[in-house]
């Protein structure tokens, strides 16, 4: 499993004194206010920067970072990712996963039938659909309902599913 786990991407600066706005790709936004620290992906390198201040313009975060003081400081950080270390994530509720947890995972049915590897997860509102492909490329979408997905094994990478008629 990935020790440090992307929570958001910075995609632009706002104003002059160094502010990033930053797209959330996590869940709760709010999170990024009970974080003292974070991680830059800099190339092949994490560097740590201290986090002054947080704020929320419609469905983004304005982080104020230290040792960023001005837009042209800040402008070197665009289109780079934000990470923090997995010890640090919030506990999940029960029958929770992360999706980057669950990526790769192959997907079995309960009759032990490889339908392939997990690909992607769609957040639809209702409930999540995984996105599967088999060995011919083909995408099969499941939803992640209780009737659907009958066991996560994260540390052995499979899922168990069954599957509804009109699913294939």
């Given amino acids: 499993m990935e020790e440090y786990l992307e929570i958001g991407q910075i995609v632009n600066t706002n104003g002059l004194k160094g502010l990033l706005k930053v797209k959330p790709l996590t869940d709760d936004i709010t999170r990024f206010e009970e974080l003292e620290t974070i991680y830059i992906q800099i ?98 979408l499941l939803p992640a309902i209780k009737d659907v997905v009958k066991k996560v094994d994260i540390q052995n990478k499979k899922i168990i599913v069954k599957l509804m008629e009109g699913l294939i």
Avoid: F, W
Wanted: contains cysteine.
């Fill in 43 to 140: 190339h092949s390198q994490l560097v740590e920067k201290k986090i002054e201040k947080v704020r929320y313009v419609k469905n983004m975060v304005l982080l104020k970072l230290e040792g960023i003081v001005d837009i042209n400081e800040a402008e070197k950080y665009r289109n780079l990712y934000i990470k923090i270390n997995r010890k640090d994530i919030k506990e999940l509720p029960e029958n929770s996963y992360l999706i980057v947890d669950m990526l790769k995972c192959e997907v079995y049915t309960e009759e032990n039938e490889l339908l392939g590897k997990m690909i992607d997860v769609l957040q639809t509102g209702s409930n999540d659909v995984y996105v599967v492909k088999n060995e011919n490329g083909k995408e099969i």
